[in-house]
């Protein structure tokens, strides 16, 4: 199979993050017998530093052009006082918006070899796997009008949160199809006691649900919702909600089951998928060769399921990283007291390794039962 795939290393640790990922890649094409297409483009505060643009038009067109993206990350405090149109972040909505992608999907699992990770008891997080499902094209991130204006000392600033029946139906959609391959369960998540939008959306939500008979649908009010998600995390299946409570909630998710930088995530919906680490650029910590690799790792097996259709790779790929995990690879984030800290590039290594012997495991068990 033809991986043709682009790659957007993006500003502060996205590049360290993104080499183990594509090494990891063509381990995966090289093991399984894929043929491996790769163009790297600009995107963010890179984009903007080479041509004052952060998504520059060549970009765009390569990803409309590719299987899958694959993005490490997007922001630099080198721009923060430039308009909102020439900041790093509005090249990571923008190409969100390109490529359509609606539905975020960013899971939350807890692996068994990181319970001194978790801020919680290893009894409240053991066994939590979590599917936050993420509205990503609506809300107060698009909606507008959008401004601030007035003058010093006096001004006023507007945000316009906003969803149309439409949106809210097919990410809905989304959540209920995905439940019904988990666990059944669908917890909607809103503010319905004092948003508009929130009450159409849990309208909305609970038609939807009427299609899925099989899939329970409970809702929960985005404060309630935050409290149980670190008192009961193993109760949660799919999480649906908007995307500015999706950005919270996935961001605490991703303590809950031990680091940040665990955390991948696939933006889908559109002709083209975008796979990237929910952690952000850090750059307190770009270039120092500390940066945990395994949340664009981790995105990399979700584009392998989500976008290219190959479950065994996936599979291998998540298995690697699990491999590693139980041997006690840790990078900084998850060292804590116990264990040594190891590079970006010696995790990447090492689950490159992983995913080699994986496979070769996986291919030998298919030859023995033909």
Known sequence: MLLKLTILPGDGIGPEVTEQAVLVIQAVAERFEHQLELQHQLIGGAALAAVNDPLPPETIQACLSSSAVLLGAVGSPAFDHNPGHLRPEAGLLRIRRELGAYANLRPAVFFSALEDCSPLRAEVVRGTDIMIVRELLGGAYFGQPRSIEGNPGSRVAVNTMRYGESEIERIARVAFDLAEKRKKRVLSVDKANVLECSRLWREVVTRIGKDYPEV???????????????????????????????????DQAGGVVGSLGLLASASVG??????????????????????????????????????????????????AVNHVLQHGARTADLAGKTHAAISTTEMGSRVVNAVKLTAAQALQAEKSLR
């Open 216 to 250: 329970k649908l409970a809702h929960q009010y985005v404060d309630s919702a935050a409290m149980l998600l670190v008192q009961r995390p193993a109760d949660f299946d799919v999480v649906l909600t908007e995307n500015m409570f999706g950005d919270i909630l996935s």
């Open 270 to 319: 559109g002709p083209v998928g975008l796979y990237e680490p929910v952690h952000g650029s850090a750059p307190d910590i770009a270039g120092k060769g500390i940066a945990n690799p395994l949340g664009a790792i981790l995105s990399v097996a979700m584009m392998l399921r989500h976008s290219l259709q190959l479950q065994r790779e996936a599979a291998c790929v998540e298995s």
